[in-house]
């Protein structure tokens, strides 16, 4: 099953999609600026669609079994039940964990193609002052 959510997180607006097969949950989630429209989605699912499927299918998976824990006080149970209520996001903790771990392995790419290029680049600044050093000795 594949959800779409527009939620507003501070000052964006987040649309976070869902994949759910299998007893596991894929994430991924799009900023967007302002307000979507209805047709704004829907030309941004027409042009955007696919490879936002293809960045949730590439995501890591996360078990969406449903939690078996102790009886909740009926009290409690009301109070986080109003407190669902009014939160607009649908998301549920298995998609938070989802988007966290998506988050998480983006940032370590990231990480790692900024420490690749500093190398080159220290790279390149020694082989430029090589090249002069041996230039320098040429004219002596």
Sequence with gaps: MVTFSVYLDGS???GVLEIAEGGVLRVTRHTFGSEPT??????FLMR???PL???ASAAPAVPAGERTGRRVNPKRAAKLAARAAARVSSRSTAAQEAMRLELE???REAAEGRRER????????????RRKRVERRRDR
């Design 12 to 14: 964006f607006w987040v």
């Design 105 to 107: 392995s983006r940032k």
């Design 48 to 50: 955007h669609g696919v």
């Design 38 to 43: 209805d047709p704004e989605l829907y030309v």
């Design 118 to 129: 500093r190398r080159e680049l220290a790279e390149h600044k020694r082989e430029v002052a």
């Design 53 to 55: 499927l293809e960045q």
